[in-house]
């Protein structure tokens, strides 16, 4: 089974820069999660997306932002990348926001700042 | 997090052995999730228990769900070395849809 896709697996930045993460939800899900999960820490949520519009914000910091397309793929785009922000990198999805269903993790992003 | 502590923080048992893991949480919650992640690896869907259930299984999975404590567990019985990984709670808060983790146990199964 088709299961939720991100790229890249992994991504070196330094300071100051930016980064971009897609994820690709499994098909005929219209629901995507960020989640960021930090060394030895348990994922935190981010930001969520259903039918192309924002549905829930979490500790999401303002040089982060994000957005889900026509195609219900999406983006976390990161700038002025600090330290702390190294981190992976979770995007999951499922079938339906309104009714509590499982979501369905990606393999993560590593994304090492340097 | 606005999730509670899970319990233990560690375990290390015996190939064969049960293995109990505990969460307990803060607000109220449409239902419960159990994800498992090896080592730097993604989470996988182990159980999803809904607030209305007390008692769940999935092959050596055994989950309860106490609202009135709001505490669950897991149990995985006849444990396997390649049972070694975190195991987290997640809940859905009640109100939202985002998942809130639990600190997570690190179970190590040794053959």
């Known amino acids: 089974a088709a299961g939720v896709i991100q790229s890249p697996r992994h991504l070196i930045k330094e300071k100051r820069e930016t980064a971009t993460l897609k994820c690709y939800p499994i098909?005929?899900?219209?629901?995507v999660y960020w989640y960021q999960q930090g060394p030895g820490q348990d994922p935190q949520f981010l930001i969520s997306?259903?039918?192309?519009?924002?549905?829930d914000k979490g500790s999401i910091p303002d040089r982060f932002s994000a957005q889900q397309f026509s195609d219900y793929h999406s983006e976390l785009n990161m700038s002025s990348l600090e330290l702390g922000d190294s981190a992976l990198y979770f995007c999951?999805?499922?079938?339906?926001?309104?009714?509590?269903?499982?979501?369905?993790f990606g393999p993560g992003t590593r994304l090492t700042v340097l | 997090s606005q999730q509670g502590e899970e319990d233990p923080q560690a375990l290390s048992i015996q190939e064969g052995e049960n293995a109990t893991m505990n969460c307990s949480y803060k607000?109220?919650?449409?239902?419960l999730q159990w994800y498992r992640q090896n080592s730097g690896r993604g989470l996988v869907h182990l159980i999803l228990?809904?607030?209305?259930?007390r008692e769940k299984h999935s092959g050596r999975l055994r989950v309860t769900l106490d609202t009135s404590k709001k505490s669950s567990s897991l149990l995985i019985t006849a444990s396997r070395a390649a049972d070694t990984a975190s195991y987290f709670c997640?809940?859905?808060?009640?109100?939202?849809?985002?998942?809130?983790f639990g600190k997570g146990t690190s179970l190590l199964v040794t053959p």
């Open positions: 999951a999805s499922s079938p339906d926001r309104g009714s509590t269903d499982t979501q369905y």
């Open positions: 098909p005929r899900h219209d629901t």
């Open positions: 997306f259903y039918e192309k519009m924002q549905s």
């Open positions: 607000t109220s919650i449409n239902n």
């Open positions: 228990i809904r607030s209305n259930e």
């Open positions: 997640a809940t859905d808060g009640g109100s939202g849809y985002a998942l809130n």
